[in-house]
């Protein structure tokens, strides 16, 4: 059975974003080899960037050794770390393997000595005093972690094989039965959500590079003021791609997308760039109202967006009048699903993180705290980190959102297949 560490999934997240984003492969544990400092040198020597960890009852105390353990003298950061609060000092420089107490050798470093044997550590007094430790530790457990960087280069060929595959399934994506020449995807949600990043994100990543064409920003009123539809290209192909994202006023408590607003765009009636006003929906007088609207004009699909972080703070009022939202598009048989966005901004969320990003404990508490409070099922629920203030594309968070926007045309699809047939033909073409 592969040896596990003893520390808690939190701790070591607290470590991992401590010392830069690391991976940590366990190299060494004191308990499986009858706490020998041979073999911890055995198999700890020359392996890269490396963390000692001593686990203490309350605490774990340890030490970062950025070029390992070498025949160098290097410095050491020594640290502590409580709960998820973590104090660090530096000493040295010191040759690594003098952090060992160890009757063959009676070298060692004055500050910080760990005598494996006796499963303790003697620390001197302005070492105490910076981590405010007593000056002798007993501890449970001795391990070493080799701190590798989170994205080999190999893993980073095989996201880009399967951010390729994503694409050119994309790119040959068909609304389902050539029903509509392109299905109709709308991007709601509350105010600052991550809406048009959303759009533009998208639109980067089949150009082949960031691209800012949809208007971002914070303001509390909003940023997104006309309604707009955006077709995408394949790099510098001309024609459009067969779907459109429709990009809206966001959602607030009071203000914000006027209900009548959001029948109007489900059904077909707002032009392009119609200029929102909160107060006072479209009317069938506007000038370029849609009055006949065809199944190509509807919306085929619903992706309601929210900012990870904030999405179980909703006010009540807001929460209750999404889930009229939801109740409504259930009613008339229109299909929905969750775009979860800013989970590179989520608490204790590494860049690393991404690459396997449904599997993290604090996405999994997210998404099922959507699932409980709005209703939504768990698959229907995608997490994306959207381009906001990058200059380069990003293999892991092009493969999220081409994942995520596969997740939506296939719903559109399903919408379409399971239309009445007299709907399919008679407002199809
Ligand atoms: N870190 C991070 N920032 C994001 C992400 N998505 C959006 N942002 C930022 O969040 C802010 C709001 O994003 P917008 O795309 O304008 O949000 P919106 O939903 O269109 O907002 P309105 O049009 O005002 O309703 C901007 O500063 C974006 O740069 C994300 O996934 N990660
Ligand atoms: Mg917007």
């Given at each position: 059975m592969a040896t596990r560490t003893r520390l808690t999934w939190l701790q070591e997240k607290c470590l991992q974003n401590y010392f830069g984003g690391k991976r940590f492969c366990l190299l060494f544990k004191a308990s499986e080899c009858n706490f020998s400092h041979r073999d911890l040198m055995w198999k700890c020597w020359a392996q890269g960037p490396t963390m000692l960890v001593l686990h203490n009852e309350n605490y774990v105390v340890g030490a970062y050794l950025q070029e390992g353990f070498q025949e160098k003298e290097v410095s050491i950061t020594l640290f502590v770390l409580r709960e998820t609060e973590v104090s660090e000092c530096t000493i040295g420089p010191?040759?690594?393997?003098?952090?060992f107490y160890d009757r063959e050798n009676l070298d060692c470093i004055p500050d910080f000595q760990v005598v494996l044997y006796e499963k303790k550590v003697n620390i001197s007094s302005e070492t105490e005093e910076k981590l405010g430790l007593p000056w002798k530790v007993t501890i449970q457990e001795c391990e070493v972690f080799r701190c590798e960087e989170l994205l080999e280069e190999r893993k980073i060929r095989d996201i880009a094989l399967i951010q390729s595959n994503l694409l050119n399934a994309l790119k040959t994506y068909k609304p389902y039965e050539d029903l509509v020449p392109q299905t109709q995807v709308l991007l709601l949600g509350p105010i600052g959500a991550g809406k048009s990043s959303f759009v533009n994100s998208v639109k980067s990543v089949f150009k082949g590079s960031i691209t800012h064409q949809a208007l971002v920003g914070c303001d509390i009123n909003g940023i997104s003021d006309k309604y707009r539809t955006y077709s995408i290209t394949y790099r510098n192909d001309d024609s459009p791609l067969p779907f459109v994202l429709c990009d809206s006023l966001g959602l607030s408590q009071k203000a914000g997308l006027h209900m009548e607003d959001m029948r109007c765009i489900l059904n077909g009636h707002t032009p392009d760039r119609y200029q929102f006003n909160s107060m006072k929906p479209i009317t069938s007088k506007h000038p370029n109202y849609i009055p006949d609207p065809l199944l190509k004009d509807r919306i085929h699909c619903v992706v309601f967006v929210f900012d990870i972080n904030s999405v179980d703070q909703l006010s009540y009022g807001l929460v209750a009048k999404i889930k009229r939202i939801r109740k409504g598009l259930i009613k008339c048989g229109i299909l929905h699903v969750v775009l979860l966005t800013h989970v590179d901004s989520l608490d204790l969320i590494t860049k690393g993180d991404l690459i396997d990003i449904y599997n993290c404990v604090p996405v999994k508490l997210k998404l099922e705290a959507v699932h409980r409070d709005f209703g939504f099922a768990l698959s229907d629920i995608l997490v994306v980190s959207n381009y906001a203030s990058e200059w380069h594309l990003d293999p892991v968070k092009s493969m999220l959102i081409l994942l995520a926007l596969r997740q939506i045309l296939y719903t559109a699809n399903d919408f379409l297949e399971d239309l009445p047939l007299d709907k399919q033909v008679s407002e199809g073409k």
């Open positions: 010191y040759f690594p393997a003098f952090l």
